[in-house]
Nanobody, 121 residues
Framework: QGQPVESGGGLVQPGGSLRLSCAAS????????MGWYRQAPGKQRQLVAE???????SYADSVKGRFTISRDNAENTVYLQMNSLKLEDTAVYYC???????????????WGQGTQVTVSS
């Protein structure tokens, strides 16, 4: 019941833009870190960007200057704005939300189900 819900993937041409959204589970009590990861076929899942509860952000070198992560604290939602998309950005994108969940405030993290982003001409 802690899985976040992602949306916004799709097919886009090189140079285009997409915006991904991820809403944390309603069972979350407090959020520490929200992040986006991606996994291309035959490759390991890797961090794309993350944002902490103090709004500190970090990015993979391959997306710096093109992608922007942001969050809406009122909605417990994280966004990934992806501009100037390249063929090599094609992957399944996963949201990860780390925080305290449930009545016991257990510290843990949940992954979203993934959303496909395909960059193709």
């Amino acid at each position: 019941q802690g899985q976040p819900v992602e949306s916004g993937g799709g097919l886009v041409q090189p140079g285009g833009s997409l915006r991904l959204s991820c809403a944390a589970s309603k069972s979350i009590f407090s959020i520490d870190v929200m992040g986006w990861y991606r996994q291309a076929p035959g490759k390991q899942r890797q961090l794309v960007a993350e944002i902490t509860n103090s709004d500190h952000t970090s990015y993979a070198d391959s997306v710096k200057g093109r992608f922007t992560i942001s969050r809406d604290n009122a909605e417990n939602t994280v966004y990934l704005q992806m501009n100037s998309l390249k063929l090599e950005d094609t992957a399944v994108y996963y949201c990860r939300v780390e925080g305290r969940y449930g009545l016991s405030h257990i510290q843990t993290a949940y992954w979203g189900q993934g959303t496909q982003v395909t960059v193709s001409s």
